[in-house]
């Protein structure tokens, strides 16, 4: 009896563990929505649980430092940039448990064959991303990691000239580009009534 009780397969339950199936989380939501503050939230849970944690974001977002992810309130994570999904897939380790993705518009269509061969092999991955471009057109890869996602969690950001539900990220500069990369220098968060699918002058404060 002693002997069954000294017997310690703590590591073979937790290879075990790690091979289980894994899943896909994806939160997506307008600008100032808190997609960001979500995905660093989660990131921290799961390290505080000691599991092993990998983060990326696309080399494209340059707004304040490199190797981090932050959100509009000031909250951070460390992340790796890259520049494509091939060379996010490079670098992830094979005894990594949590994958964190922000900014997903900004990858390639790789992104969901990748994201899907690695919940396969048990990981989980969880992808924040803007749904919609400036013009409100839904901005892929997005929608088919909506469509793939175990989990998906709607974030929504408050509109400021109304005060009501925003889904939107209204673009306050002219500009036609699908990526002009900025913060609330150059967007604001809009409801369905006060959004217009071009550029707009700024709600004065
Ligand atoms: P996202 O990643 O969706 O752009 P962030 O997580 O970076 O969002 O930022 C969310 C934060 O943005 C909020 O906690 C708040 O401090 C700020 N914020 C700025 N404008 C708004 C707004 N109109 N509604 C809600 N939060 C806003
Ligand atoms: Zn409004």
């Known amino acids: 009896m002693v002997e069954e009780f000294a017997f310690d397969n703590t ?19 307008s600008m100032f929505s808190g997609k960001s503050e ?19 974001k696309p080399k494209i977002d340059a707004r304040y430092s490199v190797e981090e992810i932050a959100s509009h309130s000031g909250v951070k994570h460390i992340s790796k940039p890259v520049s ?3 060379e996010m897939m490079a670098q992830i380790e094979p005894d990594t ?3 964190g993705i922000d900014e ?19 990981k989980r991955v969880i992808i924040a991303g803007l749904d919609q471009d400036y013009t409100g057109r839904p901005f892929e890869p997005m929608p088919q990691l909506l469509s793939i996602a175990e989990f998906i969690t709607k974030t929504h950001a408050i509109c400021v000239k109304c005060g009501g539900t925003a889904n939107y990220s ?6 036609e580009a699908r ?11 809009r409801c369905r009534m006060c959004f217009v ?7 004065p404060l």
């Open 104 to 122: 997903g518009q900004f990858f390639d269509m790789e992104l969901i064959d990748a994201v899907n061969e690695l919940a396969a092999n048990g």
């Open 179 to 189: 990526v002009e990369v900025g913060a609330s220098d150059k967007y604001e968060a």
């Open 84 to 86: 494509k999904t091939s």
């Open 11 to 29: 590591e073979e339950r937790r290879k075990n563990r790690q091979n289980g199936t894994g899943w896909i989380e994806v939160i997506a939501g």
């Open 97 to 99: 448990q949590v994958i």
């Open 197 to 203: 699918p071009h550029s707009d002058a700024p709600t």
């Open 38 to 56: 979500e995905l660093i939230r989660r990131l921290n849970r799961a390290r505080i649980a000691r599991q092993k944690v990998q983060v990326f």
């Open 170 to 175: 209204q673009r306050t500069v002219e500009s």
